[in-house]
T-cell receptor, first 113, second 115 residues
Framework: NAGVTQTPKFQVLKTGQSMTLQCAQDMNHNSMYWYRQDPGMGLRLIYYSASEGTTDKGEVPNGYNVSRLNKREFSLRLESAAPSQTSVYFC????????????FGPGTRLTVT | AQSVTQPDIHITVSEGASLELRCNYS??????LFWYVQSPGQGLQLLLKYFSGDTLVQGIKGFEAEFKRSQSSFNLRKPSVHWSDAAEYFCAVAPYNTNAGKSTFGDGTTLTVKP
């Protein structure tokens, strides 16, 4: 099992450009999440999908959109990138029910100039 | 709303010494509590979790944590640190009986291990 995979690993964008971060999991998990990690600020939830077909805003959703394409895949889109979106982005997944623990991908390091 | 505080931004210990990383949470009811570890350039990995029952929980890599309701704490401990334990450690809290997407993470503690 690959677990949670993310592409790309690194990306540099110019202000105003758009891009989509891809995430896939092969653990048959129902729930998936997108976080951003900034120095000294821990992880902040951007969006999550409790199950296929549903998405909800997290703590910092502004400037982002998500798509739960199917049970395996959950993408994050930046429509018009801003320097404030320079960060490391992590995708995670978990079973629903009583499990609660999250499995994380390796991250995407995004720089917006 | 729940919150998590990790009072120590950076801790340095000698290899073989004991370790305690502090975590305080704020939540009005029974929380679910987690410790995750992040090695450089990697995603987070779950070390251990507390849901209910015995307040001393054992995790992977020789770590343990103790839930103290009276102190709203969930401190992480290891009796003897190895150089490979150098990493960043995150405490997280999730409200009881809701989707874990509502987990709140602390800002992390960076552990440096001296030879």
């Amino acid at each position: 099992n690959a677990g949670v995979t993310q592409t790309p690993k690194f990306q540099v964008l110019k202000t105003g450009q758009s891009m989509t971060l891809q995430c896939a999991q092969d653990m048959n998990h129902n729930s998936m999440y997108w976080y951003r990690q900034d120095p000294g600020m821990g992880l902040r939830l951007i969006y999550y999908s409790a199950s296929e077909g549903t998405t909800d805003k997290g703590e910092v959703p502004n400037g982002y959109n998500v798509s739960r394409l199917n049970k395996r895949e959950f993408s994050l889109r930046l429509e018009s990138a801003a320097p404030s979106q320079t960060s490391v982005y992590f995708c995670a997944s978990s079973e629903d029910g009583s499990s609660y623990e999250q499995y994380f991908g390796p991250g995407t390091r995004l720089t917006v100039t | 709303a729940q919150s998590v505080t990790q009072p120590d931004i950076h801790i340095t210990v000698s290899e073989g010494a004991s370790l305690e990383l502090r975590c305080n949470y704020s939540y009005g009811a029974t929380p679910y509590l987690f410790w995750y570890v992040q090695s450089p350039g990697q995603g987070l990995q779950l070390l251990l979790k507390y849901f209910s029952g015995d307040t001393l929980v054992q995790g992977i890599k020789g770590f343990e944590a103790e839930f103290k309701r009276s102190q709203s704490s969930f401190n992480l401990r290891k009796p003897s640190v190895h150089w490979s334990d150098a990493a960043e450690y995150f405490c997280a809290v999730a409200p009881y009986n809701t989707n874990a997407g509502k987990s709140t993470f602390g800002d992390g503690t960076t552990l440096t291990v001296k030879p």
